[in-house]
């Protein structure tokens, strides 16, 4: 629920504009922070309709670039999910209702994603068809659809040891679009946990962390997918998880569970939650093995940096291999434009960042990206490919696993 005190804390200063990607590409004050807060603060009084507010609220890419702008310290990611579940409710036709939901249940379940994609790898679909794009409310097509690996992955142990003493207990998130498409991410995950003196847990009865759920205004259905997590990851000290946005949604439980019965639950639960990069920087990791003379750029993924303020981590640990050179772009910290499911959604805008995030790291002359979640890495890669740069989108760990010589 949306909350007017929150609300109020906006105090118009304008400092969080050129932060925000929506804005930098239409110079409209509606698809700014400032305008959209004041649209929810009016939709909230009754002054405006939900539906006159809903393309706003649409348009906005829930980077959070905003929130780590803001001076004021307003709570923007609890007000867009907020405003996101009033226009949900409120203002969205039934069966576009009916068809996001279902377009989240099939990204979100990897039996299902694994499913759609095989078939569209068979029939040769290169892009989601546009009947479905306009029945989803997107007016074009832009995303690309992943190539499924060859052969599809599975965890070979529930329990992998160790190297030397354990230090803790850590469960390993395995995630939808991560279990389905990065298999080698979480390979490299394990390795380098283990490497670093954690005992990395695999539970074979655990699911989506809800994070598509709750961007997207379905709150409840965010809830039901954390209840089996709670249980999935009952026993361990840590639980790692190396995919931004879910990271950022499962430290912020508390928040989703706020006024019932689980809360207590999920605040500790919440408590617990690591992005990998955490435990890997704070282990004593031993000498990598390897010294490939590589040129990294490094993008921020949002829900990372603005959403869990992870940015000296990953930067560091690649700068502990000796013949890495890291060099930064320029908005490193800007959206690039995928933000969940908003590159299908919102086709125009996406690609207007994607275009922005393309020319910086052609910029930087790197010949590796290192991005942290796997929304972005596909949207990068396909806008790199698109471009002709030949330059590869890895996640930090597998840069580090090899380095190391830690993939399982
Ligand atoms: S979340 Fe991102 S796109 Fe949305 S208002 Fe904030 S900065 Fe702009
Ligand atoms: S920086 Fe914060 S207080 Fe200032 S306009 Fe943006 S959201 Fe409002």
């Not at 922070?33 to 909230?44: E, K, N, S, T, V």
Request: hydrophobic share 40%; glycine share 8%; aromatic share 6%.
């Amino acid at each position: 629920m949306l909350d007017k005190r929150d609300l109020q804390k906006c105090i118009h200063c304008g400092l969080c504009l050129q932060a925000c990607p929506t804005y930098v590409a239409t110079g409209q004050e509606a698809e700014s922070p400032r305008g959209r807060i004041y649209l929810m603060r009016q939709a909230h009084e009754g002054r405006l309709e939900w539906s006159q507010v809903r393309p706003h609220i649409d348009a906005c890419m829930g980077c959070l670039g905003c929130q780590t702008a803001c001076p004021s310290g307003v709570p923007y990611a609890k007000l867009i999910e907020a405003a996101r579940a009033e226009v949900e409710t409120h203002a969205r036709a039934p069966l576009q209702r009916f068809m996001r939901r279902q377009a989240i249940k099939h990204f979100t379940t990897p039996q299902r994603l694994r499913l759609m994609l095989r078939l569209a790898q068979r029939v040769g679909m290169r892009r989601p068809p546009r009947w479905l794009a306009r029945r989803l409310g997107a007016d074009g097509v832009a995303l690309r659809l992943p190539t499924l690996p060859a052969q599809a992955w599975r965890p070979t142990r529930t329990v992998y040891p160790a190297q030397g003493t354990p230090k803790a207990r850590v469960g390993l998130l395995l995630g939808c679009a991560m279990q389905v498409l990065f298999d080698r991410v979480h390979r490299a995950t394990i390795g380098m946990l283990t490497l670093a003196g954690y005992e990395v847990h695999v539970p074979r009865k655990q699911g989506c962390c809800g994070a598509l759920w709750v961007h997207n205004g379905y709150p409840q259905e965010a809830q039901r997918n954390a209840h089996v997590l709670f249980e999935a990851f009952r026993t361990v000290d840590y639980i790692a998880v190396n995919a931004a946005g879910c990271g950022s949604t499962m430290k912020e439980y508390g928040l989703l569970f706020q006024g019932t019965p689980e809360h207590a639950v999920a605040e500790e639960f919440a408590r617990r939650v690591r992005d990998v990069h955490e435990l890997l920087y704070q282990a004593d990791l031993p000498a990598p093995k390897r010294d490939d003379s590589l040129t990294i750029t490094y993008h921020d993924a949002c829900h990372l940096v603005h959403g869990q303020g992870i940015r000296v981590q990953p930067r560091a640990l690649l700068q502990r291999l000796p013949s890495v050179q890291l060099i930064e772009m320029d908005g490193a910290e800007m959206c690039c434009g995928s933000a969940g499911i908003y590159n299908l959604l919102q086709p125009k805008l996406a690609c207007d960042a994607l275009l922005r995030k393309v020319q910086n790291i052609r910029n930087t002359g790197a010949t590796i990206v290192a991005s942290a979640n796997p929304g972005c890495t596909l949207w990068i890669r396909q806008g790199l490919q698109e471009a002709g740069l030949p330059v590869q989108v890895l996640h930090p760990v597998e840069i580090l696993a090899k380095a190391y010589d830690a993939m399982p």
